[in-house]
């Protein structure tokens, strides 16, 4: 299994945007992916997911605020961010759903904050 990189965080106010990005160096176009994140102190959650297709299905907190899409020309998906709120500050993690292609990557850090 190969590591993605994922990058976009960063710190951000509350209402603010962020789009992350999540690379695979690996041939994504036949998996769905997708994004989970992991708050301190709290177990690693999911976020949304996209099929091969680009069929996305999103957790409550994420509907309406957060878009997930993929180029799988570049092997990449990524996550745009809106009305980011304090309790969304957490490290960022991409992955194919099944973990058969992708193991997890380093994660990138966003955090929201006055």
């Known amino acids: 299994q190969v590591q993605p990189v994922e990058s976009g965080g960063g710190l951000v106010q509350p209402g603010g945007s962020l789009r992350l990005s999540c690379r695979s160096s690996?041939?994504?176009?036949?998996?769905?992916m997708g994004w989970w994140r992991q708050a301190p102190g709290k177990q690693r959650e999911f976020v949304v997911g996209?099929?091969?297709?680009?069929?996305?299905n999103y957790e409550d907190f994420a509907k309406g605020r957060f878009t997930m899409s993929r180029d799988n020309g570049k092997n990449t998906v990524y996550l745009q961010m809106n009305s980011l709120r304090p309790e969304d500050t957490a490290l960022y993690y991409c992955?194919?759903?099944?973990?058969?292609?992708?193991?997890w990557g380093q994660g990138t850090q966003v955090t929201v904050s006055l």
């Open positions: 992955r194919d759903l099944t973990g058969v292609l992708l193991s």
């Open positions: 690996q041939d994504i176009k036949e998996y769905a």
């Open positions: 996209i099929t091969s297709k680009g069929s996305t």
